[in-house]
Every structure is written in structure tokens, then in C-alpha cells.
Nanobody, 123 residues
């Protein structure tokens, strides 16, 4: 159906910024709603942000509101996550995911996942 590949992770100091990218292939990227999730060691995977296909409305977890911004470029088949004011608690593997469901703030509706990219924030 669709393959997803994340990039842009790395090591930054607290207060710094990173931009993650997720490149899609295999199907029409614009057919899907897209989301970002993250998973830290010893913790469950959690919702971070999502963007609708129809009108590009965005949704965020309370923990990242005001700091992270999700966007998409359908012409490039790519979704982005701009992360500012990073905190050590943001350290995790970040995954992008795709779904045709209208319920996009829960892990259970996503059918396609990337392999993840590591983000480490030092204090």
C-alpha cells in the first residue's frame, strides 16, 4: 500500500530544534491522513501530532502544543515535524504513520508505519 521512511533525527541540547521528515512511496500520499508518534525506553508508544488529508487541519498532544508543528507537502509525498524548544523528556524514537480513518489521534487506527528515527535531547 504505502512505505514510509523517517529521517532528520539526531542529538541536540535542551532548547534546540530539529525537523523530522517522512517520505512516502508505493501509493498516493494525498490519500492518507498522517501522524507522528514516539516511544521512549520502557514506555508505550504515544501520539504526538496528526494532519488531515482533506483540509490539512492539525492536532497535537498536550505535551507538545506550542512547540511542535506538523505539515505536509503532497507534491513531494512528504510529511514534516518541526520540533522547537526541545526538552530531555522529548527523547524517543519518532515514527510516522498513515491511515485512511477519520480517527487520527489514536495509535489503533494507523495501518502503515515507518521504521523510526532517534531523537535525543541532552540537558
Amino acid at each position: 500500500q504505502v512505505q514510509l521512511v523517517e529521517s532528520g533525527g539526531g542529538l541536540v541540547q535542551a532548547g534546540g530544534s530539529l525537523r523530522l521528515s517522512c517520505a512516502a512511496s508505493g501509493r498516493t500520499f494525498s490519500s492518507y491522513n498522517m501522524g507522528w508518534f514516539r516511544q521512549a525506553p520502557g514506555k508505550e508508544r504515544e501520539f504526538v501530532a496528526a494532519i488531515r488529508r482533506s483540509d490539512e487541519r492539525t492536532y497535537y498532544a498536550d505535551s507538545v502544543k506550542g512547540r511542535f508543528t506538523i505539515s505536509r507537502d503532497n507534491a513531494k509525498n512528504t510529511v514534516y515535524l518541526q520540533m522547537n524548544s526541545l526538552k530531555p523528556e522529548d527523547t524517543a524514537v519518532y515514527f510516522c504513520a498513515a491511515t485512511t480513518s477519520i480517527l487520527i489521534m489514536t495509535i489503533h487506527t494507523y495501518n502503515y508505519w515507518g521504521q523510526g528515527t532517534q531523537v535525543t535531547v541532552s540537558s
